[in-house]
């Protein structure tokens, strides 16, 4: 069994959530996993953060949503398959 996974880097959180997110929805059926992490304390809320994707699915539809994020300042997507 082949696991695809996508991790997606975002670099400015608050300026380009919206997109991601946007994205993310478009090809939400192909998610079957999502996980998002970023560093928080009571002194701060980081900028920067990590999206998880355990993705399934058309391997075209996976590539345009990689494309798609990576068309996005301060993000960086890249699909592993293990």
């Known amino acids: ?7 997606v ?3 400015h959180r608050s300026q380009e959530a919206s997109q991601v997110q946007s994205i ?6 192909n ?5 998002g992490l970023h ?3 009571k ?8 999206v998880i994707l355990h993705v399934d699915g058309n391997q075209e539809e996976i590539n345009l949503m990689v494309d798609k994020l990576n068309k996005i300042d301060y993000v960086k997507a890249q699909l592993q398959e293990l």
């Open 24 to 29: 993310l929805t478009e090809y939400g059926c």
């Open 43 to 50: 002194e701060m809320c980081a900028q920067d953060g990590m």
């Open 1 to 7: 069994m082949t696991y695809k996974i996508v991790l």
């Open 31 to 35: 998610i079957k996993v999502r996980l």
């Open 39 to 41: 560093e928080v304390s």
């Open 9 to 11: 880097k975002i670099d």
